[in-house]
């Protein structure tokens, strides 16, 4: 059977996670962003701010002055990763070929759950409730038969929406598709294209194959398949994390080595209560540590066998904190690191793995 991927989009996530928790932010133009009013980029912009013309990457002065009366907040990235974490694990529960793209979006191949009587459109209108009852958020669903199909569709009806593109309307929709749009066509591509007199994928499909490839080399014929409506890429359920790490920023500067190695100590309890979630050993460890001015400083080295009890984490991390950690110096922070992971027996995906 031919496959049923579904892509998932939180609309205007961070935005949408700050009129959650704050609701006199709510109906309001809310515009997320680095550091102040006058420096720093945009990181998303709810839907009210949209109308003003704001937008994810715009710098925050411009921002500010297409949209004066807005709400400003600062990112709390760390609220935004346990959604995430929760939402990521609703996913889990219908398939375990997913691909989370970032924070706030993933392909889930759900092949094996359509029948006759559950149609991908359900089993995605589904998930969405479920992410709502779970964590109080809207999103928006793609579905289709393959992967960039998903992810326009996505975007196509947002926020709430949950869109199909079958064999039906899938040259209808792609026509009409302005030739940015496409996914894989960035900034540079976009502006070839044009130049070419390339604007939507109706002129795209005008193309010969020949052509395409004359002007785009090697990617001319994912071009030419692209405009049709044919991909085949897998989801990438392989992209597994490479290292589980964990770090303290103290509120001021510290010297005593038995303050700064119980923190240690501590800091290792929870690597190994992490290496424990994901049944996974690593054998190099490392520790970091950063001084007042910022300056960081780290030592690894490789244990004979895969570690993952906290005591013995530690006994290397002891170590190499009395290596890496000049007595004059008072630090800021310090971290203690576990990579080169193996399963310790077998494993379930989780999605931890791929964050
Ligand atoms: N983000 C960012 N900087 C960018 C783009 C995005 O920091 N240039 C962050 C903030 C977004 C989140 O990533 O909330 C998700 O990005 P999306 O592109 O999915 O945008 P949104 O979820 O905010 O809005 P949409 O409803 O269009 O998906
Ligand atoms: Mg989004």
Redesign the pocket.
């Known amino acids: 059977m031919e496959r049923r991927i579904i892509h998932i ?7 949408q996670v700050e009129q959650r928790d704050e609701p006199k932010y709510r109906g309001k133009p809310v515009i ?1 962003g680095g550091r102040s009013e006058n420096r720093g980029v945009v ?2 912009a709810s839907y009210e701010a949209r109308k003003f013309g704001v937008h ?2 715009m710098p925050m002065r411009t921002a500010y002055k297409l949209c004066p009366d807005g709400v400003y907040v600062r990112p709390r990235f760390d609220v935004y990763k346990e959604v995430s974490a929760k939402v990521m694990d609703i996913f889990l529960k219908y398939s375990e070929v997913i691909e989370p793209l ?4 993933a392909y889930l191949d759900i092949t094996h759950l359509v029948s006759k009587d559950r149609t991908a459109r359900s089993i995605a209108l589904e998930i969405q409730h479920e992410i709502y009852e779970a964590v109080h958020l809207t999103s928006s669903s793609g579905i289709s038969y393959n992967k960039y199909l998903a992810k326009i569709a996505s975007g196509m009806n ?2 709430k929406g949950t869109t199909v593109i079958h064999h039906g309307n899938v040259q209808e929709v792609l026509f009409s598709l302005k030739i940015g749009d496409f996914p894989g066509v960035g900034r540079v591509t976009e502006e070839k294209m044009k130049s070419l007199g390339i604007m939507t994928g109706k002129d795209l499909y005008e193309w010969s194959e020949a052509d395409l490839i004359f002007e785009f080399k090697k990617r001319g014929t994912s071009l030419y398949k692209k405009a049709r409506g044919i991909g085949t890429s897998e989801l990438s359920v392989e992209r597994i994390r490479k290292s589980i790490g964990k770090e303290t920023t103290f509120n001021y500067d510290i010297n005593e080595d038995d303050i700064i190695l119980k923190v240690l100590e501590e800091l290792c309890g929870k690597v190994s209560m992490n290496l424990d979630r994901r049944q996974l050993a690593g054998r190099v460890v490392t520790v970091k540590l950063k001084t007042l001015n910022f300056e960081a400083h780290s030592r690894q080295m490789m244990a004979p066998n895969p570690l993952f009890e906290s005591d013995e984490i530690f006994h290397y991390a002891y170590d190499l904190y009395h290596k890496v950690k000049s007595p004059e110096e008072p630090i800021r922070l310090i971290g203690v690191t576990l990579s080169h992971l193996e399963e310790r027996t077998y494993r379930n995906l989780t999605i931890y793995d791929f964050l």
Request: hydrophobic share 45%; glycine share 0%.
């Open positions: 989009d939180m609309d205007a996530f961070y935005a997320v990181a998303t994810s990457a970032s924070l706030d979006e947002k926020p």
